[in-house]
């Protein structure tokens, strides 16, 4: 018997590949029919040497979830030398796009982490947390307090955008431009109305907000 | 053999009874959690009798999860007889005891609903769509025209305060009435972002914002 010669990747990368492949096959389907044997086909490897790397299909499953909403996370990240407003509007721009290339991921990847599974919860769980965080250290960067509410209101503001964003696809009743405008508007909406509601600080969000219009 | 007389129950009135005690026990564990066993043990009938009630478990879980939903539309409802901005806080307050009471009825109503069972998934859309469609007919009983836009955010507020209120019972970082405040508030703020944003409306929404807080 003569050994074939082929090329042989290391282990971590071998395995890097194949969450990567997993996550490009997301774009045309949800993760739960994401099935090993698709996987292992496009792959050009066998079912078993799948499982050489990956200890199950729900490992496999796990890792490729991570890898998507850590790219999501990266596409969406705030650019520093932006203004907040201006900030904020192309990052939701970003995650819009995404959610607009990835539907079925997307919402499986709600929906799917939403469900009684406890580890693709946790990485939901830490998703939102990442995007509400994010949003609490630019504000803090400004100098302003963030209250115990805001943190709160923020926290639902990532569901109130997800709920709009998957909404909007199945609707189509509203144009991208208009999604983007009340998006952007509505955070410090929310963070406003988790406030003590002066007047002063009504107003002065008021001629931030009127900002925010204006472009 | 004689026939021992027992107070026999038409059908669907012992499908209602078990139904009601299946949203009873769920005060205390998750949907997931209702065994057969438990049900047929705590209504004093054999496993075998209640699937001649329900075809499965999964029929009888979806129809606790469809009176639970129920009950919880019901007791939201908006009071006509109140000022809307009232009614929508008494309707909140409705909202937070509901889910205090039962916690983990509650997330695993919204989290197992959102999970990959269809039926499942149908039964907490449309009870999101109930919520958020009776906000609509409020708005537009004021006289008022609810654009597109005011509907998609209104769909998202449902999830906001979802959001809010399970981040809330797990936190405890904000006091039950600071919590209220802000839901209340955050109506109008989310209604308002997603409008054109002129002075004069947001003015007018300012002042209604003024009166939200004051009581």
Redesign the interface.
């Known amino acids: 018997m003569r050994a074939t010669k082929r090329v042989r990747l290391a282990p971590e990368a071998r395995r890097a590949q194949l969450i990567a492949l997993g996550v490009e096959l997301l774009a045309t389907r949800r993760l ?1 029919e994401l099935s090993v044997e698709l996987i292992a086909k496009t792959a050009g490897i066998s079912r078993g040497l799948l499982f050489h790397y990956f200890s199950s299909k729900q490992e496999f499953h796990l890792e490729v979830a991570r890898a998507a909403a850590a790219e999501m996370i990266r596409r969406t990240q705030p650019d520093p030398t932006l203004a907040p407003v201006e900030a904020l509007r192309v990052a939701l721009t970003s995650f819009v796009e995404y959610v607009e290339e990835n539907p079925d991921n997307y919402k499986s990847l ?3 982490a ?3 599974d406890a580890d693709m ?1 946790a990485i939901f769980d830490e998703t939102r947390r990442t995007m509400a965080q994010r949003i609490v250290d630019v504000i803090a960067a400004q100098g302003l307090e963030v209250q ?2 805001v ?3 923020i ?10 964003v998957i ?2 696809i199945d ?1 189509g ?2 144009s991208r431009d ?2 983007l405008d ?1 998006l952007t ?2 955070l ?3 963070a ?3 406030t ?2 002066e ?1 002063g600080t ?2 002065s969000v ?1 001629t931030a ?2 900002a ?2 204006a472009d």
């Open positions: 739960d709600v929906r799917g939403a469900s009684g919860r115990a509410r943190v709160l209101a926290a639902g503001w990532v569901a109130y955008v997800e709920e709009c909404r909007w609707t009743t509203v208009e999604l009340m508007k509505s410090p909406a929310v406003l109305s988790a003590d509601g007047v009504l107003l008021l907000d009127q925010i219009g």
